[in-house]
T-cell receptor, first 113, second 118 residues
Framework: RKEVEQDPGPFNVPEGATVAFNCTYS??????FFWYRQDCRKEPKLLMS?????NEDGRFTAQLNRASQYISLLIRDSKLSDSATYLC??????????????WGLGTSLAVNP | DTGVSQDPRHKITKRGQNVTFRCDPI?????LYWYRQTLGQGPEFLTY????????KSRLLSDRFSAERPKGSFSTLEIQRTEQGDSAMYLC????????????????FGPGTRLLVL
């Protein structure tokens, strides 16, 4: 099993739709989780951090389910500008002993007019 | 601009040449990471520094690759005797880590250096 796995995608949705991505992780000791957004040929940019059960920021909601070891990202009322690749990132370190982040391969989203 | 900067943004070189990339992190950040990313893949970890100490190197980092962060601020990544397989985007990220942070370390990325080896 891969350390971090994401929905394969691509997702093609109309403007205004609600879309959800899932990400599973293998290490139950993981402490923190992130969603990054990456536009074509650009660097990843932090979208949301998830440390407890979830986080909400405007149209974006991230939820963490530690028992099932998955994180989800929900985008409501999607906009054309949401078209990008969404990368799930997991910090596999134990508290006080950070290690490198483990990145998923990303899920591509295309929002169509 | 107080974000992470990288130089150059693009580099084209011939196979066998040496190349060096520079990364300037966010000034108060003590950790600096190097990643490599190819099309359709997520970033692959190469190495990271805490201050000037190189704490971990990936097995992906062959002996042709070397990284330094001599004063705990900017870092350089050098690739010697480049090969066509080295063509990729090289990303630098920095973060502020502190003991007891419970893993709450957020990495901020620079714009990357895109390398093409002919």
């Amino acid at each position: 099993r891969k350390e971090v796995e994401q929905d394969p995608g691509p997702f093609n949705v109309p403007e205004g739709a609600t879309v959800a991505f899932n990400c599973t992780y293998s290490n139950s000791a993981s402490q923190s989780f992130f969603w990054y957004r990456q536009d074509c040929r650009k660097e990843p940019k932090l979208l949301m951090s998830v440390y407890s059960s979830g986080n909400e920021d405007g149209r974006f909601t991230a939820q963490l389910n530690r028992a099932s070891q998955y994180i989800s990202l929900l985008i409501r009322d999607s906009k054309l500008s949401d078209s990008a690749t969404y990368l799930c990132v997991v910090n596999m370190g134990r508290a006080g002993n950070n290690r490198k982040l483990i990145w998923g391969l990303g899920t591509s989203l295309a929002v169509n007019p | 601009d107080t974000g992470v900067s990288q130089d150059p943004r693009h580099k084209i070189t011939k196979r066998g040449q040496n190349v060096t990339f520079r990364c300037d992190p966010i000034s108060e950040h003590n950790r600096l990471y190097w990643y490599r990313q190819t099309l359709g893949q997520g970033p692959e970890f190469l190495t990271y520094f805490q201050n000037e100490a190189q704490l971990e190197k990936s097995r992906l980092l062959s002996d042709r690759f070397s990284a330094e962060r001599p004063k705990g601020s900017f870092s350089t990544l050098e690739i010697q005797r480049t090969e066509q397989g080295d063509s990729a985007m090289y990303l630098c990220a920095s973060s502020l880590w502190f003991r007891g942070g419970s893993g709450r370390e957020t990495q901020y990325f620079g714009p990357g250096t895109r390398l093409l080896v002919l």
